[in-house]
């Protein structure tokens, strides 16, 4: 086991959030993750993680990396303050909350799959895709799943997805492997792009639109500038804001106050609006 300062993050909050869609709680309040290359259970105690893994090398920097505690979210936070008094009620709220750095390859096929769609079918459809394509892991005598390799995504067919039962979506994520196959370096490239120039590159995948695009920026790549505008953040803009718009209205309204971290703050809205409001 090892042990991570965490600062004022909260692990639970964070987890389970609805960012990420392979966590398990657990009976002793600890959490099953399924990271990239490797199962870790994590506990919180104070401000500081405990981290048991099946794969200790490098792990620490893995944790780090994956919660994002390089960032300086307290300095964010005071910087939005400042900017933004009348944001102040949520900020305090959910000054503890983190946006997971996850796996880019993962994030495209997930968010594919989540479209109209709710967070316990994703989660199984997620897990079915994993017990038939990806590498299986024995941690503390429970079998888990990795997420499958591009080399073995990228030899699927419509055929193998159908078994998912996404309905409709097996489609687009088809599109996704056939974009994969011609962009074998396309987290590569994104990490080279403009946040705009990176949606644009996204949503040349059928059945990719900007609500997609964006998540997968924001959680796969960690692109803080972007989020899509949907029902719920009109709603909440209208009753917090009392501010009441079109959709490309309402963004343009957000992203004069928030610029570079409006997707940071949509989370912080979504968070609020879920747990506290």
Request: hydrophobic share 40%; with cysteine; charged share 25%.
């Amino acid at each position: 086991m090892i042990k991570i300062y965490c600062g004022d993050m909260n692990l639970s909050e964070t987890l389970l959030s609805g960012q990420c869609f392979r966590v398990y709680e657990l009976e002793d309040k600890s959490f099953d993750v399924i990271l990239s290359d490797r199962i870790i259970n994590v506990y919180q105690k104070y401000h500081y993680l405990f981290v048991e893994s099946n794969n200790y090398v490098n792990l620490e920097n893995v944790i780090i990396d994956y919660f994002d505690l390089n960032r300086n979210y307290k300095e964010i936070i005071v910087n939005l303050k400042e900017k933004n008094p009348d944001f102040i009620k949520v900020l305090n709220k959910c000054s503890s909350y983190r946006i997971l750095r996850q796996n880019p390859l993962e994030m495209l096929i997930s968010y594919i799959i989540s479209q109209n769609n709710n967070v316990k079918r994703i989660s199984k459809s997620i897990e079915i895709f994993c017990e038939l394509y990806g590498e299986s892991v024995l941690f503390k005598n429970k079998k888990y799943y990795l997420f499958p390799k591009y080399e073995t995504i990228i030899n699927l067919k419509l055929e193998d997805l159908q078994a998912l039962k996404v309905g409709f979506r097996d489609k687009y994520v088809l599109s996704a492997i056939e974009f994969l196959k011609n962009n074998k370096n396309f987290i590569f490239e994104i990490g080279k792009m403009r946040t705009c120039d990176a949606l644009d590159y996204l949503m040349l995948i059928k059945g990719v639109g900007m609500k997609v695009a964006s998540c997968i920026l924001l959680f796969g790549f960690s692109r803080f500038d972007t989020y899509p505008i949907d029902t719920w953040v009109i709603k909440f803009v209208k009753k917090f804001y009392n501010y009441d718009g079109t959709s490309k209205q309402i963004k343009e309204f957000l992203d004069k106050k928030f610029h570079d971290n409006i997707g940071l703050c949509i989370q912080f809205m979504f968070h609020y609006n879920r747990n506290v409001s």
